[in-house]
């Protein structure tokens, strides 16, 4: 992998060594100041995760491939990954085309948790890859998850999405046995864990939860975009423009979150909290992620809020669009056929957060 530059202004200009590293190595482990007692469980136990929309960073400046934070928010949909564990004598066993980021967590969740017997894990992930809908993050939630049940549960929710957040890694190009860490602001686990409306602060700290848009829709419309949402291109977008643009608008961006959207959110006032989010798409380094993929993002988005949808974003760094709107599908994919674009996926947003079933 190259050296990366990161200039977040004039006199901020530091080398990232983006080195990858072989999967189950270099891994973060919790240090939990209880006792932990693994208690292997029999039987198979099924985790099911929601997605998430990841709507914005807060400030790009506060974290780094090695560094999760940087707050944000964002709500879990109605599109699920699933992971399914149970117990061995020992050995590690995947069932997921993804395996590299599978071992990495396993790892990271035995050595946490004191662990020395092996694991039978298969997996199914909601199929939208590096779109804005947090494939990652929910199977490794999901796995994280179903490896705790098997073993009686012994860490909490919220030690399993520290962890994710702390270990969250993403395959390598050059060889796939090895993995890097990547971009995490914690808003998928928190969101995919409790379900509805999360906002999170730096370090992976869960500030507000809160159900979100009951009895509405969400339609995500993906634009056909030649930019790509991975890899070296959103290291040079979020780590350089992105920052650049967060330096300046951070403190209007989380005013707006407190003095704006969290009492919308309260009231459950849609069009308010779509407003905000709204202005928060010309701000900082959402405003990189849009024009990262040219401006015909925002001449979507702007046509879909004058035809009256409430709520409008690009999740994480796209090309995904996900509206949040009262509307009914018929209308909303003719306001979409009108405008030259097709609705990808009808869903709603997911108040309740994952699940857990037990088979014998």
């Not at 190595?25 to 929601?50: A, E, H, K, M, Y």
């Not at 407003?275 to 993002?297: C, L, N, P, Y």
């Amino acid at each position: 992998m190259p050296l990366m530059k990161i200039r977040g202004g004039d006199l901020d200009l530091v080398e990232y060594d983006f080195e990858p590293f072989r999967a189950g190595t270099n891994i973060r482990p919790l240090r939990i100041d209880r006792p932990l007692r693994p208690v292997p469980q029999s039987g198979t136990f099924t985790v099911r995760v929601p997605a998430r929309i990841h709507s914005t960073v807060l400030d790009m400046n506060r974290f780094a491939p090695d560094q999760p934070g940087g707050g944000g928010f964002g709500y879990a949909v109605q599109v699920y990954s699933t992971a399914r564990a149970e117990c061995t004598a020992d050995g590690i066993e995947i069932e997921y085309e993804r395996t590299p980021i599978i071992r990495h967590i396993v790892e990271a969740f035995r050595a946490t948790v004191g662990y020395q017997g092996g694991f039978r894990i298969a997996a199914d992930d909601h199929h939208y890859k590096h779109v804005g809908l947090g494939s990652t993050g929910t199977m490794l939630l999901a796995v994280s998850h179903a490896m705790n049940a098997a073993l009686g549960s012994p860490l909490t929710a919220e030690e399993l999405r520290i962890l994710v957040g702390k270990n969250f890694v993403e395959e390598t190009a050059e060889n796939n046995n090895m993995v890097a860490f990547g971009f995490e602001t914690g808003v998928g686990p928190a969101a995919s864990t409790y379900g509805g409306f999360v906002v999170m602060g730096d370090e992976l700290a869960l500030a507000y939860r809160h159900p979100f848009a009951e009895g509405k829709n969400v339609f995500v419309i993906i634009p056909k975009s030649g930019i790509s949402s991975s890899g070296k291109s959103e290291f040079d977008l979020l780590m350089n423009r992105a920052r650049d643009l967060d330096y300046r608008d951070r403190p209007i961006k989380a005013y707006m979150v407190l003095m704006d959207l969290l009492p919308a959110l309260e009231r459950g006032d849609l069009k308010k909290a779509g407003d905000v989010m709204w202005e928060i798409e010309f701000r900082g380094s959402k405003r990189a992620e849009i024009e990262h993929h040219d401006f015909a993002i925002y001449n979507i988005m702007s046509r879909l809020r004058e035809a009256g949808i409430e709520f409008v974003g690009m999740s994480s760094v796209g090309p995904s669009i996900a509206v949040v709107t009262g509307k009914p599908e018929e209308e909303m994919k003719a306001i979409a056929d009108s405008l030259g674009l097709s609705v990808a996926l009808s869903t709603a947003v997911d108040n309740e957060g994952l699940k857990v079933t037990h088979t014998a």
